[in-house]
């Protein structure tokens, strides 16, 4: 079992920034991150694999970063330029499996987050 508490969740207006951060209970190879606006799917934003390997949505390239402290046990997602369609909630989800990438793509994670609320104001 892998426990995950997002933070970082703020509102600001469009343009602005904010950085999440995702506490994990132990480390795992597969770590992301998904939001959901409202009356939305799910969306897988970002992944990163214990070795760094990274993926992103088309809608965050350049935008959004995604890092991880394997120490901390802790990936954060920077975002800047942030857009209204941005908000919703922003959940933290790992997997001790391979392909990261894919397992985002179909939203194949084991253990999930509750999330952390992101407002973008226009």
């Known amino acids: 079992q892998v426990n995950l508490v997002e933070s970082g969740g703020d509102s600001v207006q469009a343009g602005g920034s904010l950085r999440l951060s995702c506490v994990a209970s132990r480390a795992t190879y597969c770590m992301a991150w998904f939001r959901q606006g409202p009356g939305k799917e799910r969306e897988g934003v970002a992944d990163i694999d214990s070795y760094g390997s990274i993926s992103y949505a088309d809608s965050v390239k350049g935008r959004f970063t995604i890092s991880r402290d394997n120490f901390k046990s802790t990936v954060y997602l920077q975002m800047n330029s942030l857009k209204p369609e941005d908000a919703g909630l922003y959940i933290c989800?790992?997997?001790?499996?391979?392909?990261?990438?894919?397992?985002?793509?179909?939203?194949?994670?084991?253990?999930w987050g509750k999330g952390t609320q992101v407002t973008v104001s226009s």
């Open positions: 989800a790992a997997d001790g499996g391979s392909d990261c990438e894919r397992r985002r793509l179909r939203g194949s994670f084991d253990y």
